[in-house]
């Protein structure tokens, strides 16, 4: 048997024990989920199932006579683990259940059997916080039972399972990113004995799949499934009979091995990890520099029919004008295309990839020879590069260089073909910014960038990355931030601001540094009183005073797999099942409809969508986050966004940035070039707030560049609000690292984020990942530099009431909460 090497248990210190805590007894016992909930549950994870393979196995015929191998269609995966996976849900399918409810195929009834007693007589540990199983130990398997069970049956089924999560990396072992010798025996006995053997991969991540090319024909049709949440495994089973068709496509590069990723060598590093790959991240690299070394490439995915794809392309000053009409032009099933758009910008003095995602849309379902015309347009000036060295002449500014930009249309990145091209004579520049977030001179490293040899060959090359050159203290020392005078209890309520009566500026003139304090930070507790049973923790209207006044308490709960109370709730497809249909419109109608849920679980803010970039597949969160790419990040985060929000509650993007690792997460350093920092890691944030404006933004735990997230101005104002034009409040992730402001030394903890509009210090009590105390009274930090030489001023405390009051008042659930605290009428 093979058991990944971990390292033993370790005592869960406070703050992971509060983590855990959360959801676990249910209060609430209600098992009611809406059927159109379910129902876009097990279309979206069907759709986002990715067929790598198939050489006509796939669709079983009716009646087909199936043999399942593996505990795991017992022991099915579900989710990921930790935050984004701790959902109560009132049911969850595996897939022996769910083959046999769609009773489309005949299954093997006497395997069926065996693997039920043995997974019944060898319950997987659970595991506790942080050391959850990665895999379940697989019943070994006699050859005899094999053949026999292949004598009975037309084909196998194999499922892999992994899981991995928060506080749970993946691993280079058998059991995690590889292959245990049991599920190799297992499959070693299977491809002998059957013609046909169907894989299913019930994984969060990315997985090795190199044995694939070993096993070659043997093995007739791959399936990854992710982790497709309740619904997932009849999803599988749907997808297996014909009842509908995997409309996934694959949303990272999946690599020959492990070690051809460029993060490789710069992944897991306790203290820190140099983003030495720079933007070459996933298919930005492998196409650019080793096309050999993938697998499958980014974009792929098979359907049950065959397509073609016609385009014209259309270029002026501004804009491309891609329209594609996609045409099933199959005999026998249905079928929808992803269409995507790649555009290779001239090598020019900044490195470009040979191929950027610039636009896709997916067709709508076709019947055999039905076509559908899709909109591909995009700005010219989204294909801008930023300077971060100057040596365009133009530092801290996007720019479009002189030179060709090719555009490819096709279904993957490998295959799209040219389909237009327009020049551009000389360099134009598309946006003037500052220089934000770069590295420090003492952290400099040598980034990835890109040559060609003699023969015109793309080759990696290496060079000094920029490092920051503009004083923080002198930006924010020019930065104006009006107080309001402080008037004492005019009577003013929130009510009154919200019926227009007052201005919010007279409502924050009222409140004491103490109200303006606690609208500061969370109510200290998960689990908070004044929230449903089981929230992530509350903020807003924390005291009496305030509610009293009419703040109303908002609650958060987790996440992106569902909502995690101490209640029911539906169990969605894992964010990279999510991301892996590219069906936006049916991901914003999912999300809205989980929108309604939380209106009926009592909750305002879902701390949801993670959007981290997929930069290495060891990644524990990757099932919850959902490309390598940042538009496709952007877009399918924008979809959440918008769907959750239109119930009038706020999603809450996360982790806000470069938290591309689990290890050591709270006091890890993303060191990164500010140009791979915009370009890669934060364009799927600045997409998502364009597109659909979330009322909050979490920060991640790591630092960035040597400032951690919550305490950083440059990324949460400079970026985020002046450059973006963010108006939400920003939340921390759970907790914060005490840290001294090194430009304004008075200015420490609270009144350091504060400083940075990081709003709300969730769940507000102190928990210190260094030396492991945890701390439920408030610290004083923010209130003892007020007013003092180099301080907190009034304005910038103030100015933070506002971002929070703006949401209270922003969030439609709350109005009547608001209304009724205003009038007095509510619970103090
Ligand atoms: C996670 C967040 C989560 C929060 C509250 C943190 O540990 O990183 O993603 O939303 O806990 O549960």
Not at 128 to 145: A, Q, S, V
Not at 255 to 278: I, K
Not at 711 to 724: A, F, G, P, S, V
Not at 812 to 823: E, I, N, P
Request: charged fraction near 20%; aromatic fraction near 8%.
């Amino acid at each position: 048997m093979n058991t990944p090497s971990d390292t033993p248990t370790p005592e869960l210190s406070a703050g992971e024990q509060e983590l855990a805590q959360a959801s676990t007894s249910l209060v609430d016992t209600d098992t009611w989920v809406d059927p159109e909930l379910a129902a876009l549950c097990r279309e979206a994870a069907a759709d986002g199932a990715v067929l790598l393979r198939n050489d006509g196995t796939l669709p079983f015929a009716p009646r087909a006579r199936v043999a399942l191998f593996s505990r795991v269609q017992v022991d099915y995966f579900t989710v990921g683990y930790g935050s984004g996976g701790d959902v109560n849900a009132p049911y969850s399918w595996n897939l022996l259940d769910a083959l046999r409810d769609a009773a489309v195929v005949d299954v093997d009834a006497e395997l069926a059997d065996l693997y039920t007693q043995w997974s019944k007589d060898n319950q997987p540990d659970e595991g506790t916080w942080g050391n959850w199983p990665r895999y379940f130990e697989e019943m070994p398997i006699e050859r005899e039972t094999v053949r026999a069970a292949a004598s009975r049956t037309d084909a196998a089924v194999v499922v892999i399972g992994r899981a991995a999560g928060e506080a749970r990396e993946n691993t280079l072992e058998p059991g995690s990113y590889y292959l245990t010798d049991d599920e190799r025996a297992l499959l070693d006995s299977v491809t002998a004995e059957f013609e046909r053997t169907v894989v299913v991969l019930d994984c969060g991540n990315v997985i090795d799949l190199a044995w694939l090319e070993e096993y070659g024909d043997k093995i007739s049709s791959v399936l990854y499934a992710w982790q497709g949440g309740m619904e997932g495994a009849r999803s599988v089973a749907d997808v297996l009979t014909g009842v509908q068709v995997p409309g996934g496509r694959l949303t990272d590069t999946i690599a020959r091995r492990y070690e051809d990723y460029p993060s490789a060598p710069n992944f897991g590093g306790l203290e820190h990890n140099d983003y030495a790959e720079d933007i070459y991240v996933g298919y930005r690299y492998f196409e650019t520099f080793a096309p050999e070394k993938v697998l499958f490439p980014f974009g792929f995915g098979l359907g049950y029919t065959t397509f073609d794809v016609a385009t014209t392309v259309e270029t002026s000053e501004t804009d491309v004008t891609v329209s594609a009409t996609v045409t099933n032009t199959g005999s026998e099933h249905p079928g929808a295309e992803v269409v995507q758009v790649y555009v290779q910008a001239p090598d020019g003095r900044l490195g470009k990839p040979a191929r950027v995602l610039a636009s896709f849309a997916k067709s709508r379902q076709l019947a055999p020879g039905e076509d559908d015309t899709v909109d591909l347009s995009f700005p010219v000036a989204s294909l801008a590069s930023y300077d971060d060295s100057g040596v365009t002449g133009h530092r801290s500014a996007y720019v479009l260089e002189a030179g060709t930009y090719t555009v490819y249309v096709g279904t993957d990145v490998r295959t799209a073909t040219e389909a237009g091209s327009f020049t551009l004579d000389e360099l134009r520049v598309v946006e003037q910014l500052a220089e934000a977030c770069a590295p420090e001179a003492e952290h400099a490293f040598q980034r990835m960038t890109l040559d060609r040899d003699a023969a015109g060959q793309a080759v990696v090359a290496w060079q000094d990355v920029p490092t920051r050159q503009s004083s923080r203290r002198e930006r924010i020392e020019a930065r104006q931030v009006p107080a309001v005078e402080q008037t004492g209890d005019q009577g003013i309520t929130l009510a009154d601001v919200a019926a227009g009566t007052a201005t919010l500026d007279a409502f924050v003139a009222q409140l004491t540094d103490d109200e303006l304090e606690a609208l500061t930070r969370g109510d200290r507790v998960m689990g908070s009183e004044l929230g449903a049973a089981g929230n992530a923790g509350v903020f807003a209207g924390i005291s009496e005073s305030l509610r009293a006044k009419g703040v109303p308490p908002v609650t958060t709960t987790d996440g992106p797999s569902g909502i995690r109370l101490s209640a029911y709730a539906s169990l969605l497809p894992s964010g990279a099942a999510l991301a892996a249909t590219w069906n936006t419109p049916l991901v914003r109608r999912l999300a809205a409809a989980h929108g309604q849920e939380m209106v009926r679980k009592n909750t305002h803010v879902l701390l949801s969508p993670g959007m981290n970039i997929h930069r290495d597949p060891l990644c524990g969160r990757n099932f919850e986050y959902f490309s390598e790419d940042p538009l496709v990040t952007g877009l399918v985060a924008a979809a959440v966004i918008g769907g959750v929000q239109e119930a009038g509650v706020a999603a809450c993007p996360k982790h806000f940035a470069a938290n591309n690792q689990e290890t050591n997460r709270n006091l890890n350093d993303s060191r990164v070039s500010e140009r791979a920092l915009r370009e890669i890691y934060l364009r799927g944030f600045q997409i998502a707030i364009t597109e659909s404006a979330p009322r909050t933004i979490m920060t991640s735990y790591n630092k960035i560049n040597g400032v951690w997230s919550h305490y950083n101005d440059e990324l949460c104002t400079q970026i985020l609000r002046d450059e973006w034009g963010f108006t939400g409040t920003v939340v921390t992730d759970w907790w914060m690292q005490h840290d001294t402001d090194p430009d304004f030394p008075a200015v420490t903890d609270d009144a350091y984020r504060v400083r940075a509009q990081v709003d709300v210090f969730m769940p507000g009590g102190w928990f210190d990942h260094i030396t492991g105390e945890f701390d439920q009274v408030a610290q004083a930090s923010l209130l003892t530099s007020l007013a003092q030489p180099d301080g907190i001023s009034l304005g910038e405390v103030q100015r933070t009431a506002r971002n929070v009051l703006q949401l209270a008042l922003g969030l439609g659930t709350l109005r009547d909460t608001v209304t009724a605290l205003s009038a007095g009428r509510g619970e103090a």
